[in-house]
């Protein structure tokens, strides 16, 4: 069984969403299970949201305002896990990261101000580099589904579900999120594996997400779920 909804549950909101709040959400009650074709959807694991290194954010805003600190340093090990558990159980892996604007474009995934973002900034980090048999989508919108060719990627591969990390949880991992249910595919949410600058966005968030539109589960979860299903040829 997958896991369920209710006081049993621990989850990083907890600290933040009230009692009021969560009885307004009871409708959303149900099982949290990993669908039986998953691929795993790594969205911006770039350089630019570790610059700076495992320091809080609001140190690192003048010279790396991009940066998610220690937020994205301490997720480096839940991530690289989740991508170990794919690759051995064969399931496929799509990375994301974002096209670096030319010379006189506006195109940006946000609307955030800051220094034009230089083709290394997007590269993936070393810690996650892809491997041969792995998908690069490069966008230039949020979600990683907008303007790209994603959810070819996924019928072909008869991908029934997508497990989702990276960065940032209110950002480019929410928008994916919703396009991923808008599209028909179930949408698993790593919680160790996701990472925002702002606490408060993140927990929220995620909390926002688990009931509407994605099951949010623990690392552990998902990986005794997808030990049990048959390895993909």
Not at 66 to 85: F, N
Not at 113 to 123: F, N, W
């Amino acid at each position: 069984m997958g896991e369920t909804v209710g006081s049993v549950d621990r989850h990083t909101w907890d600290d933040v969403i009230d009692e009021t709040t969560r009885q307004l959400y009871r409708a959303y009650d149900r099982p949290r299970q990993v669908g039986t074709r998953p691929v795993v959807l790594a969205i911006d694991l770039y350089n630019l949201a570790f610059d700076g290194g495992p320091r809080e954010v609001s140190e690192l805003m003048m010279t790396h305002p991009s940066s998610c600190g220690r937020h994205a340093w301490d997720a480096v090990a839940p991530i690289s896990s989740l991508l170990a558990i794919a690759r051995a159980r064969s399931i496929p892996i799509v990375y994301t990261t974002n096209e670096a604007p030319r010379a006189g474009e506006r195109s940006a995934p946000t609307l955030r101000q800051g220094p034009a973002p230089t083709p290394r900034d997007y590269e993936i980090r070393s810690e996650f580099a892809p491997q041969p048999r792995d998908l690069v989508i490069r966008k230039q919108r949020a979600s990683a589904f907008f303007g790209t060719a994603l959810v070819t990627h996924l019928i072909s591969a008869s991908a029934n579900t997508v497990i989702v990390c990276g960065e940032t949880t209110s950002g480019c991992v929410r928008a994916s999120v919703v396009d991923a249910y808008s599209n028909g595919f179930g949408v698993v949410v790593a919680e160790e594996c996701c990472f925002d600058r702002s606490q408060i966005s993140h927990k929220v968030n995620l909390f926002d997400m688990h009931h509407k539109y994605a099951d949010v589960m623990h690392l552990d979860e998902i990986g005794r779920q997808l030990s049990a299903l048959p390895r993909v040829s």
